[in-house]
């Protein structure tokens, strides 16, 4: 056996939240997890951090994508032009990759939540912008989970965790010990999962949180170190994990009171649970609580109330 040795390098972003983690295999081949968003100054960053550990863009020989966000694969097609890499990435965040996002879905979806004409602009513009800070991959190998990617000595196995997004994967690397999670589990984030098209079914809205309750069950982490897309390491799954239900269970509480009563839109309950959100974190407001309201029908505890053209939802 012959472990590689596995460095963190955080590169700065943009985004609120702050910077991410790529991760270098410093193995035979040369594997990078992550990337960085679009910026020079992400760019610069990960040039150093490279060069800390005695390697340059160029000898990176595997650039492995956790999922479709632009601080996470931004950089990777530079990379790729730059040097000799082969990307990887999960096959449902194939149009994510791509840099394409179905703007007529997210329109009348925001129509049927109940939000006013700004607010769906603001929203709009937000994603739009965002999709600014990653280049869009054109060739990349598409990964569906259940590989074992091979490497001299080690390994990399890989897993579908939908939720975070569509095509979210963990990475292990069981001779090391080590799971790059992205952004499925995070040290002191509670991860979101973010409503999107279902890839799997066009139209349709992908039921994020459902799926990523599914994900973390099927997460056996057993005594790895789980490295994280933004944030610390985590040592001791179980126990994290514990917090991490709390959270969420805080959270289907909240919505559930708030679904007490008269029926409401996802705006209504938006503005009841985040009363102060800012307006570049609305989307995610409304992911939130649109992702909660879909686990709660599936669980047969909240019911859309058929009406147009904003939908309303209702306890059970
Ligand atoms: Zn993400």
């Given at each position: 056996m012959n472990a590689p040795r596995v460095v963190t390098v955080p590169v700065p972003t943009?985004?609120?939240?702050g910077p991410v983690n790529t991760h270098l295999v410093?193995?035979?081949?040369l594997t990078i997890v992550d990337t960085g968003p679009l910026t020079e100054d992400a760019w610069d960053a990960l040039r150093a951090g490279l060069a800390r550990h005695g390697v340059s863009v160029g000898d990176v020989e595997r650039v492995l994508l956790t999922h479709g966000h632009q601080d996470h694969f931004g950089l990777a097609a530079r990379i790729e032009r730059e040097g000799r890499a082969r990307v990887l990435g999960g096959r449902l965040d194939r149009e994510h990759f791509r840099g394409r996002r179905n703007r007529r879905l997210l329109l009348d979806a925001l129509t049927r939540a109940g939000f006013g004409g700004l607010e769906r602009l603001t929203m709009v513009a937000m994603t739009a912008a965002v999709d600014h800070f990653a280049e869009p991959l054109s060739a990349w190998d598409e990964l569906a989970g259940g590989e074992v990617l091979p490497g001299d000595g080690w390994s990399v196995v890989v897993r579908s965790v939908p939720g975070h997004t569509p095509g979210s994967l963990t990475f292990e690397v069981p001779e090391a010990g080590i799971l790059f999670t992205g952004d499925t589990v995070l040290r002191d984030i509670t991860p979101n999962a973010i409503v999107d098209e279902d890839p799997e079914r066009p139209g349709e809205t992908f039921r994020s949180v459902s799926r990523y309750f599914a994900s973390l069950d099927s997460i056996?982490?057993?005594k790895s170190r789980l490295l994280t897309g933004h944030g610390g390491r985590i040592v001791g799954f179980a126990a994290h994990r514990a917090k991490l239900e709390g959270r969420y269970a805080f959270r289907v509480g909240q919505i559930e009171r708030a679904l007490s009563g008269r029926p409401k839109s996802v705006a209504d309950l938006c503005r009841r649970i985040f009363?102060?959100?800012?307006p570049m974190d609305l989307f995610l407001a409304y992911s939130e609580v649109l992702g909660f309201l879909m686990y709660l029908e599936d669980l047969g505890r909240a019911e859309r109330v058929p009406c147009r053209p904003v939908e309303r939802w209702t306890g059970r």
């Open positions: 943009p985004f609120p939240v410093l193995g035979e081949p056996e982490a057993g009363p102060t959100v800012r």
